[in-house]
């Protein structure tokens, strides 16, 4: 018996299949160490913001311990393994140092803000580094760029530019990246404007002192990131990292944690990983 499909049907089957193929895709997010992450998102293996040296190779950020204050819980070359980008915030030294500039090879394309060209590029040798003024087009991804505050005040002026980035695909869900960007006007705006399904924050109630008590953290605390919670979309999911591994930073996972049963906030809402840790999104 011969069994005929008509050239219609054939389409649609050929269709589902394929977007069935694009949201059965395994994007996950894997917290490395302080705002360090490595995700694979539409069938991309990207590094966000990389600190990968060893425990207190960098300087204090208070006088007080060299950075980072942890180990990291793999191999260098683990982390590295199977990259198609990285993508960088700022360029602050908790977020990207000497060993990655080191370790990272030279033909991989970054995405940076226009700002950190010059140094990314043009001074540490990353031939396909781009610099991302709005949005850019990168095989399927799009990366949009969300200038933000590094803080408030004076000190927040200081602290120079930094930004998140909206991650959208095609069937995937959108992934903001919100950087070391507090919960203020252009934040909020850009989570109404995109409507992310999930949005890391960085949460270490980072201070320099003696700005700090004038001007207050430059980034979010855990009071900052309740506050956020209460004002986004309940179906947002959150996670929370940037704790835990520099020594100007207030807020640990603990003290976050703590806050977050205290306000009776549901755990699959507010997911707070420890280092190594993988979430399936």
Not at 208 to 232: H, R, S, V, W, Y
Request: charged share 25%; net charge neutral; proline share 4%.
């Amino acid at each position: 018996m011969k069994i005929r499909v008509s050239m219609k049907k054939m389409i649609l089957m050929v269709a589902l299949m394929s977007a069935f193929t694009q949201l059965s895709a395994k994007n996950y997010i894997r917290l490395i160490r302080n705002a360090t992450l490595k995700m694979e998102y539409a069938g991309k293996q990207i590094l966000v913001d990389p600190l990968l040296g060893a425990k207190g190779s960098s300087g204090s950020a208070l006088g007080v311990n060299p950075n980072p204050r942890v180990n990291l819980t793999m191999p260098v070359e683990e982390v590295l393994d199977g990259l198609d980008f990285t993508l960088l915030t700022h360029n602050h030294p908790d977020h990207y140092d000497e060993t990655a500039v080191k370790r990272i090879r030279k033909d991989m394309p970054w995405f940076v803000q226009t700002e950190d060209v010059e140094q990314v590029k043009e001074k540490d040798g990353f031939s396909r580094a781009v610099g991302v003024a709005d949005s850019i087009e990168y095989e399927g991804i799009t990366i949009i760029r969300i200038r933000g505050n590094h803080g408030r005040g004076q000190l927040g002026a200081q602290m120079g530019p930094s930004s998140g980035y909206i991650l959208k695909a095609k069937n995937q869900p959108t992934i903001y990246i919100m950087g070391d960007c507090i919960w203020d006007e252009k934040t909020q705006i850009a989570v109404s404007t995109y409507k992310p399904d999930y949005i890391v924050i960085n949460t270490g109630g980072n201070i320099f002192l003696p700005q700090a008590k004038t001007d207050g953290d430059i980034t979010m605390n855990e009071m900052e990131a309740m506050q956020m919670l209460k004002d986004c979309d309940p179906q947002i999911r959150f996670i929370a990292v940037h704790m835990d591994a520099i020594d100007h930073g207030q807020t640990t996972r603990a003290i976050l944690r703590n806050q977050a049963e205290y306000e009776k906030v549901d755990k699959k809402r507010l997911m707070i990983p420890e280092d190594g840790q993988v979430l399936k999104l």
